[in-house]
C-alpha cells in the first residue's frame, strides 16, 4: 500500500502537512461515513426489526432471518435464481467477450469504430436495452416473425416460460455487457509482452495453441478481474428482470434483488429486505473470497 | 446493477495486481510496437486469407451483435400498427420520423432527459472534487494513519449499493431528502471508488516535481492545483465519463428515491414508466429508447480513444 | 488546459441554471401553510392536463390558497405512496381508488360528517353508494370523484369481418364464448386475457356471482364457485384458445392492450377507459356491453376513484376545502363533459353522455345503465395489494399452461389468508 519514498522532513512541516491532508481527505470521509458507514449499520439494526414503512418498529431479534429462510416462499427461489443466472451469465459473458476482444486485433481494419459499436448497450440505460429486447421477444415480434417466415417453425413464448425467460434474461445481459469485458480484455491483450509472443511464434505456436498455452495464461490477471466484477454484477442483477419478465412467470426469474425491492417498497417490511440484504452481502462476500481463494491455481502475475 | 456502477464493485486492495495498472508511458510504447508489427511484418499468404476471413467473422458478428439496435431504429419509424408484423419488415408502409417528435408531447420526456443530465453532471462534477482531493491525500500527502484509513476506504468497496438503498433510504427520510435533486446526487457520490482510481493516478506522477514547488514555498493546496491537477487530465476525464454513465443510467435507487417523477424523474425511470403508459406504442416506446442512446453514444464516441485506457486503469464502468 | 476550464465553467453554469429552475419545488407536501399539494396519478400528457384543468378550478374557489399538482403514472402512484407516508411527504390531499384504499388507511384521516361539511360536501348529491366507494370498514377515507366498473368490450369491425355474434345487453357466457370463439382467427385472438387485478378477476366474478373476499374482509380465493369460474377464464387461453397467452409478467395491462391496439376482439376493462377505447389509435369501431351473466345473475363490482385527505395534514381545513372544490358541481361537470370519466355527482352524470358521439351515445349509455344496475361493492383484505402482486406473475404460468389455476389460488389462500 505505502511506498514511503520521501525524504524524511522537519517535524514542523510534516504537521502542517497532516493537517491540511485532514483538509483534503475530510470530505470524503465525512460522505463516506454517513452515506456508507451509516447505512450500513442501520442496515444491521433494520435487519433485527419488524420496520414498517410507516408506524411502530419492534424489535424482533432473528425473526427476519428465521422468516426468511422458512416462511418466505420467495425468498429460496430468489436465491436459487440470482446463482442460476450467476452461473450462466458469468461464464458466458466472459468467455466471449474474451474471444470478441481476441478476434478484434490490431489487424482488423475499423477496430475503434467495431469497439464503439459493442460498447454502446454497456452504456445505454438498461431500461432501453430492456425494451428493444422486450420487443424482439414478443411472440408477434422479430425473433418469432423470423423463425416462422424463415423456418416455419413456431418457437416458444421466450418471456412466458420459466426455463425459456431465464435463458432470454441471461442472453440480453450478455449481450448488454459484452463491450465492457471486451474492453477489459483488449486493454490486456495490448499489454501482452510482444517478445513474448514473438518467441512463441518463432517456436511455431499458433493459431488456437498459441491463444491456450501463451495468450490465456499471460492475461489471467484480468480474466480474473473480469470474473470477479462480472459475478459480482450478476449477484445484484435487478433491471433485466424487472422490466424484461416482470420477474415472471411466477417466480421463475425473480432475483434476490428484486425480492428486496418488493419486500422493501411494495409490501412495506424494509427490516426483512434489510435482512435479505445482508444475506445477499454475505453471498458476495464469500464468493469473492472464494474466488481469490482459488485464484492461486490459475491466475498468473508476472511480479 | 444500475446503482452499483457508481459505488462501483469490490476492488480489494489486491486488485491493484489484477488491474495491472502500469505507468502510463509503458503501456502507450507497448501499443506502439504493436502498431509498428501489424504495419511492417510481412505477411504470408495463409496469414492474408486468414485475415480477410478474420475480418468477415467479425464483421458478421458485429452485425447480428447490432442487429436489435437497428430494428428498434427502424421500429421507432414505424406507425405502432405495423411494428409486429408477419413476415416482419425493416421499413413499414410509411417511414414516420415524427414519431421522434411525439415522443416529447407523450410525456414530460423532456424533464426526464434535463433532470438526468443535471444530476448526472452535478454528480460528476462533486465526485470529481472529493475523488481528487480525497486521492492527493491519500497518494501523495504523508500523515499519521493515512494507510489505516486508506485501508477502512478500500473495505467500503465491496458493499454493494443494493445492500444500503434500504437504510440510505431511511437516512433521507431522516433529512428530509426524499424526492429531491440531493437525494439523487450526493448518496452515491463519496464512494471510495474515485477516490481509489485518483491515489493510484497520483502515485503514478513523479516526486521530484512536487518536490520542485515545495522548494519554491508552494503548499499542498498549490501543488495540487497547480502541479497534480494538470498533470492528471486524463485520469480525471476517465472518473468523470464513468461517474457520468454511471449516474445517468442509474435505476434503482432513482425509483426509489424519486417520488414524483413529472418534477425529479431522471431518464431511466421516465423510460420505465412510460413504457407502462404507453403499453401498446411500440413505435413511441423505441423512439424513446432510441432518443436514449444519443448522448451516452456520442460521449463514447468522443472519448472512444481513452475507453481503453480507462477500463485497464480499472476496470470501472458503467453497467 | 484552456478547453478544460472553459469546459468546467460551462458544466458548473449549467448546474446552477438547473438548480436556479429547479430550487423550492422539493418542498414536501403537508407542511408549508397555505400551499396545499394534490397528488394523484396521470398517465399520459393529456390525463395531467385534464388534473391540471381541475386543480384550476379549486384554485379559482379557493384564492388565498396555493395548490400545487403531483402525478405519478398509476403503476408506480401506490408504491410511491408508501413512500410518501414513510417520509412525512403525502400531499394534504391525496388520490385513492376503491380498490386500493384498504392498505393505505394508515395514511388517510378518517373523514367525519363534519369534515364533509367543511368540504362543502353534501353527501344526497352523489350517486347512491358513492360515499362507499372510499370506506373501509364502515369508515370515510375519502370521496369519489368517479364511479366505475367492469364492461366487456369489443372490435365491432372485427366481429363484422368474422360473423361473429355481437355482445349485448343481457347476454349470458355462452353468448361470449361463441362471440370468442367465431372472432378467433390466424390473424387476431377473440379475447384479450386479463393480468391487472380488476381485469382478470371481473369474468370470474360475474360468472360465479361471488367476490374472492368475503363480506367481513376475510380472504375467499378457493370459494369453490370462484375456483371454477376462474379456471374457466384461464382456459379461455389455454383449452379454447380464443385468447392468446400473455408474453411476459411485467406486461401488467396484456389483454387490454391487445385489444385496443387491434390485436383482440373483446377484452373486459372498466368504464374509465370507455372514451379512450372509442377514441382508438388503430381507428376500428369500439364497441361495449355490461360482463355477460351466468347462472347466478351477472355480478358486477362498483368501483371509483377519489380524494382523501392525509392524516398529517397541517392544514387540514384547507384541504378540505380543496377536495371540496375538486370534487364542486363545475368540477365534475369538467369531467363528464369532456368524457374523461363517469361522475359521482348525480347532476354531472348526463353531461358524460353528451359528451360522446352521437353515434356511440345510445350504446354507452345503454350499457352502463345495465352495468351499474347490477354492482355490489368490492369487499377488500387489509393485504389486497399484495395479493395482487403475488398472483399476476403466476397468471402468466397458468396462461402458458405450466400452473392451474387452482393451485394458484390455493397457494395465494394459504399465504394470505391467516
Not at chain 1, 432470454?168 to 463491450?179: A, D, E, I, K, Y
Not at chain 2, 485475415?51 to 447480428?64: E, K, N, P, S
Not at chain 3, 411476459?248 to 373483446?266: K, L, P, R, V
Amino acid at each position: 500500500m505505502s511506498n514511503g519514498t520521501h525524504t524524511p522532513r522537519r517535524g514542523a512541516l510534516a504537521k502542517s502537512e497532516s493537517r491540511q491532508a485532514l483538509g483534503f481527505v475530510s470530505p470524503a470521509l465525512a460522505g463516506l461515513a454517513l452515506f456508507t458507514f451509516v447505512p450500513v449499520a442501520l442496515s444491521i439494526v433494520m435487519g433485527f426489526f419488524d420496520w414498517p414503512t410507516v408506524g411502530e418498529k419492534t424489535f424482533v431479534g432473528f425473526d427476519n432471518y428465521v422468516k426468511l429462510f422458512t416462511d418466505s416462499p420467495d425468498f429460496w427461489p430468489a436465491l436459487r435464481n440470482t446463482f442460476v443466472f450467476a452461473l450462466l451469465y458469468v461464464p458466458i459473458s466472459v468467455v466471449m467477450s474474451y474471444l470478441l476482444a481476441l478476434s478484434l486485433h490490431s489487424r482488423i481494419r475499423g477496430r475503434g469504430a467495431l469497439r464503439v459499436l459493442f460498447f454502446i448497450p454497456v452504456v445505454t440505460p438498461m431500461v432501453a436495452n430492456v425494451l428493444v429486447w422486450k420487443m424482439l421477444l414478443q411472440p408477434q415480434g422479430l425473433v418469432n416473425g423470423l423463425s416462422q417466415t424463415w423456418f416455419g417453425i413456431e418457437l416458444p413464448n421466450f418471456l412466458a416460460d420459466p426455463q425459456w425467460a431465464m435463458m432470454m434474461v441471461v442472453m440480453m445481459s450478455v449481450w448488454q455487457g459484452l463491450g465492457y469485458n471486451m474492453l477489459i480484455f483488449s486493454a490486456a491483450l495490448e499489454q501482452l509482452p510482444e517478445s513474448v509472443v514473438e518467441a512463441a511464434r518463432i517456436d511455431g505456436a499458433t493459431g488456437l495453441r498459441m491463444t491456450w498455452k501463451i495468450t490465456v495464461p499471460l492475461t489471467s490477471p484480468s480474466i480474473f478481474f473480469a470474473s470477479i466484477m462480472t459475478m459480482i454484477s450478476a449477484m445484484q442483477v435487478f433491471v433485466q428482470p424487472q422490466m424484461l419478465t416482470g420477474g415472471g412467470p411466477g417466480n421463475a426469474t425473480q432475483p434476490i434483488v428484486q425480492f428486496i425491492y418488493n419486500q422493501g417498497f411494495k409490501f412495506q417490511e424494509l427490516g426483512l429486505a434489510a435482512a435479505a440484504a445482508w444475506i445477499l452481502f454475505a453471498i458476495i462476500i464469500a464468493m469473492t473470497a472464494a474466488q481469490f481463494g482459488a485464484q492461486k491455481k490459475w491466475v498468473h502475475y508476472e511480479h | 446493477m444500475s446503482t452499483s456502477t457508481i459505488t462501483a464493485p469490490a476492488a480489494p486492495a489486491d486488485d491493484t495486481r489484477a488491474v495491472t495498472m502500469p505507468p502510463a508511458r509503458k503501456r502507450r510504447r507497448g501499443k506502439e510496437d504493436q502498431e509498428k508489427v501489424a504495419g511492417h511484418a510481412p505477411m504470408t499468404r495463409p496469414e492474408k486469407v486468414r485475415l480477410v476471413f478474420a475480418h468477415i467473422g467479425v464483421y458478421i458478428a458485429a452485425a447480428i451483435f447490432l442487429a436489435p439496435l437497428v430494428y428498434a431504429f427502424f421500429s421507432a419509424m414505424k406507425p405502432n400498427q405495423e411494428i409486429f408484423s408477419m413476415p416482419p419488415t425493416l421499413i413499414a408502409s410509411e417511414v414516420r420520423w415524427t414519431n421522434f417528435i411525439d415522443v416529447f408531447s407523450y410525456g414530460p420526456f423532456l424533464t426526464y432527459i434535463g433532470n438526468s443530465f443535471f444530476v448526472a453532471i452535478a454528480g460528476t462534477l462533486v465526485v470529481l472534487a472529493v475523488s481528487t482531493m480525497a486521492g492527493y491525500a491519500f497518494g501523495r500527502l504523508r500523515w499519521k494513519g493515512r494507510d489505516a484509513v486508506f485501508v477502512l476506504f478500500l473495505a467500503t468497496l465491496m458493499v454493494p449499493a443494493e445492500v444500503i438503498v434500504i437504510p440510505m433510504f431511511i437516512v433521507m427520510q431522516w433529512f428530509g431528502w426524499v424526492d429531491t435533486y440531493q437525494a439523487l446526487i450526493f448518496p452515491f457520490a463519496f464512494t471510495a471508488f474515485g477516490t481509489f482510481l485518483m491515489r493510484q493516478f497520483f502515485r503514478g506522477i513523479p516526486f521530484e516535481l512536487e518536490e520542485a514547488a515545495r522548494v519554491d514555498g508552494a503548499g499542498p493546496i498549490r501543488t495540487f492545483l497547480q502541479i497534480i491537477l494538470p498533470l492528471s487530465k486524463s485520469g480525471v476525464a476517465v472518473l468523470a465519463v464513468f461517474t457520468f454513465l454511471g449516474f445517468w443510467n442509474s435505476y434503482l435507487w432513482p425509483l426509489i428515491v424519486t417520488v414524483d417523477y413529472a418534477a425529479h424523474g431522471t431518464l431511466p425511470i421516465g423510460l420505465a414508466s412510460f413504457s407502462g403508459l404507453t403499453g401498446t406504442r411500440w413505435d413511441l416506446q423505441m423512439a424513446a429508447a432510441i432518443i436514449s442512446m444519443i448522448p451516452t453514444t456520442v460521449l463514447v464516441i468522443a472519448l472512444q480513444k481513452h475507453l481503453v485506457k480507462g477500463i485497464s486503469m480499472a476496470g470501472l464502468g458503467g453497467r | 488546459m484552456k478547453k478544460m476550464h472553459i469546459a468546467a465553467a460551462l458544466t458548473a453554469s449549467a448546474a446552477l441554471v438547473l438548480t436556479g429552475c429547479s430550487a423550492g419545488g422539493t418542498d414536501a407536501g403537508s407542511a408549508g401553510g397555505d400551499k396545499i399539494v394534490v397528488d394523484m396519478w396521470a398517465g399520459s400528457q393529456d390525463d395531467t392536463a385534464a388534473l391540471e384543468a381541475q386543480v384550476a378550478i379549486a384554485q379559482k374557489a379557493n384564492p388565498d390558497l396555493k395548490i400545487e399538482l403531483r402525478t405519478a403514472p398509476w403503476g408506480d402512484f401506490f408504491t410511491k405512496l408508501t413512500t410518501n407516508m414513510a417520509s412525512g411527504n403525502m400531499a394534504c390531499v391525496t388520490g385513492m381508488n376503491s380498490g386500493m384504499l384498504s392498505s393505505y388507511t394508515a395514511g388517510f384521516a378518517q373523514l367525519t360528517d363534519e369534515d364533509l361539511a367543511t368540504a362543502g360536501i353534501v353527501t344526497d348529491e352523489f350517486a347512491d353508494g358513492a360515499l362507499e366507494i372510499l370506506s373501509n370498514k364502515g369508515d370515510v377515507y375519502g370521496v369519489p370523484f368517479d364511479m366505475a366498473t367492469m364492461l366487456t368490450y369489443y372490435n365491432a369491425d372485427m366481429l363484422a369481418e368474422t360473423g361473429a355474434p355481437v355482445p349485448a345487453d343481457g347476454w349470458t357466457f355462452d353468448d361470449f364464448e361463441a362471440t370468442a370463439k367465431a372472432a378467433t382467427t390466424d390473424q387476431h385472438a377473440g379475447f384479450g386475457i386479463g393480468m391487472g387485478g380488476f381485469q382478470w378477476q371481473a369474468l370470474p366474478i360475474a360468472k360465479a356471482g361471488v367476490q374472492p373476499v368475503k363480506q367481513d374482509g376475510t380472504l375467499d380465493l378457493t370459494n369453490p364457485a370462484f375456483v371454477d369460474a376462474a379456471t374457466w377464464y384461464g382456459e379461455l387461453v389455454t383449452e379454447q384458445k380464443v385468447a392468446l397467452p400473455v408474453s411476459s409478467a411485467s406486461d401488467t395491462g396484456w389483454g387490454e392492450n391487445q385489444y385496443s391496439s387491434g390485436m383482440a376482439a373483446m377484452a373486459v376493462d372498466g368504464t374509465w377507459n370507455a372514451v379512450g377505447y372509442l377514441d382508438n389509435d388503430p381507428g376500428f369501431t369500439a364497441g361495449m356491453a355490461p360482463l355477460p351473466a351466468g347462472a347466478n345473475g351477472s355480478l358486477g363490482l362498483v368501483l371509483g376513484s377519489g380524494f382523501g385527505i392525509a392524516q398529517d395534514c397541517d392544514n387540514k381545513e384547507a384541504a378540505l376545502k380543496v377536495l371540496g372544490s375538486l370534487l364542486s358541481v363545475e368540477s365534475q361537470d369538467y369531467i363528464a363533459s369532456s368524457g374523461r370519466s363517469y361522475p359521482a355527482r348525480v347532476s354531472s352524470q348526463p353531461l358524460y353522455f353528451e359528451s360522446l358521439p352521437a353515434e356511440f351515445r345510445d350504446q354507452v349509455e345503454a350499457a352502463f345503465e345495465s352495468a351499474f344496475s347490477n354492482v355490489q361493492g368490492q369487499y377488500v383484505t387489509d393485504n389486497w395489494s399484495k395479493i395482487d402482486t403475488f398472483v399476476q406473475p403466476q397468471l402468466v404460468s397458468v396462461y402458458n399452461g405450466q400452473e392451474s389455476m387452482e393451485n394458484v389460488l390455493k397457494t395465494a389462500q394459504s399465504q394470505f389468508g391467516k
